[in-house]
Structure formats: C-alpha cells, structure tokens
C-alpha cells in the first residue's frame, strides 16, 4: 500500500500564491509519476499537473500554464506545485495521485490518491 500525503493548501486573496507538496511513503514499482488534480463542489475531477518519476517533462493543463508550475524531489518522493497568481476560480480540493501509466491526463491512469488539500482563494 502506498500512501500519499498532501500538504500547503489554505485560504489566500486572488493573485496570491500557494505551494502544494504531495509525499509519497515510498516509489510504487508500478508508478510513471505523479499527477495533481482538483475538484470543486459539484464538478468532475480536473487534472492540473503531472510529471514523471524518470523524466524532466512536466504536463500542465492550459486552464493554469503560466500560473502553476511542477517539480519534484526524487530522493524525497515529493513533488510540488507552485501556484502563482491565484484565482477564484482555483478554490477547489487539490488531489494527487501516482499513476500506473503515462495517461497522465485521465483520473483512470491513477492508482493511488492522497486526501487532498483544500485550496480557497477569496476576490
């Protein structure tokens, strides 16, 4: 069982930043990489970011480039997601999950998600 622990969200004013970690309790020998998604009330689960464990290549979904970015820390199993320039349309709980293949785009590529942390970004 793999777990993963999101931390960082929190209630900031629009155009305020935020910086979400996602830790891994250990590598899945069938992990691609990590992706973050987010839910807000009443909608589907939307993907927002994800990268590989392997490679430099980061995917970010158009509603946030220019906004958020990705990294990671491989010897510590965690990756971030910097938000910058917040909006209230961003409020929403932010999810990460490790996906078992590279459909990095799909919620059914992911095999393991963490609980999430709520990010509210007030006008």
């Known amino acids: 069982q793999v777990q993963l622990v999101e931390s960082g969200g929190g209630s900031v004013q629009a155009g305020g930043s935020l910086r979400l970690s996602c830790v891994a309790s250990r590598r899945p020998y069938d992990s691609y990489g990590l992706g973050w998604f987010r839910q807000a009330p009443g909608k589907e689960r939307e993907f927002i970011a994800a990268v590989g464990w392997a490679d430099t290549k980061t995917y970010i979904a158009d509603s946030v480039k220019g906004r958020f970015t990705m990294s990671k820390d491989y010897a510590k199993n965690t990756m971030y997601l910097q938000m910058n320039s917040l909006k209230p349309e961003d409020t929403a709980v932010y999810y990460c999950?490790?996906?078992?293949?590279?459909?990095?785009?799909?919620?059914?590529?992911?095999?393991?998600w963490g609980q999430g942390t709520q990010v509210t970004v007030s006008s």
């Open positions: 999950g490790s996906a078992e293949d590279t459909d990095y785009f799909s919620t059914s590529a992911y095999n393991y």
